[in-house]
């Protein structure tokens, strides 16, 4: 007789039994001030793992993600027109995010800072030192002086704007750069195989850190979650209705027709919280519709890299979450030094899991915010993966649309045919 072997659970699973676990003993000892003791060594040691793969991971992304893009000789127009169109439309989801956050205030409500007598007097410092500077002052910061006390320091907005440079710098040497390139994809491949490693001990962490939160100030908390949830939820669609609905109107695709071309892609990504399932459907069909090979060749991979919309959306949204959380009010020039970080620490980012989490820890150390509010919303992290994926897919798939009308390359009458005939057909399944 055979034997099966069990398929082992996902990380996405043991994150969750780890939260649940945390929640669990948090519960049971609630005002145990020894949980803590035990507990947040545990999970003090998975943040200074996180906190340790940050800048490599930023430094080594954005110089290949530059360099690849940084001279527009060799990209031409079309290169020129996708990354214009990627940036404006990150920029909106990234402000999206900030105004739902700031509207719902899913993270207020209870004063993390306090209850759990944590020491945030460094990021408080942070953010006063961050609103006492003067627009000189902050700008003259950005210039580091030494990019390895920088790095040493994790003056993050000092390491993004000597990575631009030196990946500028790369893309311009032409052939004699592509040895520093193939450098750089080596130590990024590196990098992102130790988020895979460092993520192996992410249930643990999360157990531990859950766990001190809820025994410090009890189960109520919780109730932000599921907040948070509904909130990116709700601003995700919306998001889709009104932004991308327009640029389809633009386009002369109407929703209804879009979303019945590509449901089953978008049911695929959203059950599998995964955009790379569905590139090879999307591609084919974006060809039939009409887009021409290449800018569907060119668009859509470089997309996967560069306009996920849903996830800084969501990466907006749960850096103001935790600050709430933590009581920390972040003025308006401190939020859009979050969009500026956010537009740079999300170019080239693989889609990789625990890869969010690098870029919320950059994120959060830039403007101020504890990253051990990162452990309350991991174990939600693959629910909300769900619909962040699912504005991922719409984003790139409508990117090729508008390229290719863009360009007046876009066979108008080869799209509206597709669109009827995928009516037809769907209608007679259904019949």
């Not at 003090?44 to 954005?62: A, E, L």
């Not at 006390?149 to 500028?168: E, K, Q």
């Not at 695709?253 to 090879?280: G, H, I, M, N, Q």
């Amino acid at each position: 007789m055979a034997v099966t072997k069990r398929k082992p659970l996902g990380l996405a699973w043991q994150i969750l039994i780890g939260l649940i676990l945390g929640i669990t003993v948090g519960g049971i000892f609630y005002g145990n001030p020894h949980v803590a003791e035990w507990l947040k060594p545990i999970g003090d040691i998975f943040i200074r793992m996180m906190k340790m793969i940050v800048v490599p991971i930023v430094f080594t992304t954005i110089v290949l993600g530059v360099s690849s893009v940084g001279s527009p000789k060799s990209l031409g127009r079309l290169g020129a027109k996708t990354l214009g169109y990627f940036t404006i439309v990150t920029m909106i989801a990234i402000f999206t995010g900030l105004f739902a956050a700031n509207l719902v205030e899913p993270g207020a409500g209870i004063n993390m800072a306090t209850l759990q007598k944590t020491d945030i007097s460094t990021y408080v410092a942070t953010e006063e030192t961050t609103k006492d500077q003067g627009l000189v002052e902050k700008i003259v910061s950005i210039v580091p002086t030494n990019i390895l006390d920088a790095m040493v320091r994790g003056d993050m907005l000092a390491i993004i704007f000597f990575s631009v440079l030196f990946g500028l710098g790369v893309g311009f040497a032409g052939e004699k750069g592509l040895p520093v390139v193939r450098f750089f994809e080596g130590v990024a491949a590196a990098m992102f195989n130790l988020v895979n490693i460092v993520m192996k001990f992410a249930p643990i962490g999360v157990f531990a850190l859950i766990g001190v939160t809820v025994s410090t100030f009890g189960i109520e908390s919780l109730g932000s979650l599921f907040k948070l949830i509904g909130t990116l939820y709700v601003t995700a669609l919306l998001f889709m209705v009104i932004v991308f609905g327009s640029i389809m109107k633009w386009v002369g695709v109407r929703v209804s027709d879009f979303v019945r071309v590509f449901k089953d892609e978008l049911l695929l990504t959203y059950s599998t919280a995964s955009s790379e399932t569905v590139l090879p459907r999307v591609m084919e069909k974006l060809e039939k519709m009409g887009v021409p090979k290449s800018i569907v060749s060119f668009v859509v991979p470089t997309g996967y890299s560069f306009n996920l919309d849903g996830s800084a959306l969501y990466q907006a949204m749960a850096a103001l979450f935790i600050a709430q959380m933590y009581n920390i009010d972040l003025s308006i020039g401190t939020q859009l030094t979050l969009v500026f970080v956010l537009m740079l620490t999300s170019k080239g980012m693989a889609a990789v899991p625990g890869v969010s989490f690098v870029v919320l820890l950059a994120t959060l150390g830039t403007v101020g915010i504890p990253p051990e509010g990162l452990a309350f919303i991991a174990g939600i992290d693959r629910i909300m993966d769900m619909m962040r994926s699912v504005v991922n897919v719409t984003g790139n798939t409508l990117a090729s649309l508008v390229i290719a009308k863009w360009e007046g390359v876009l066979d108008s009458d080869q799209l509206d045919e597709f669109m009827s005939t995928e009516g037809k057909q769907d209608k007679v399944k259904s019949a």
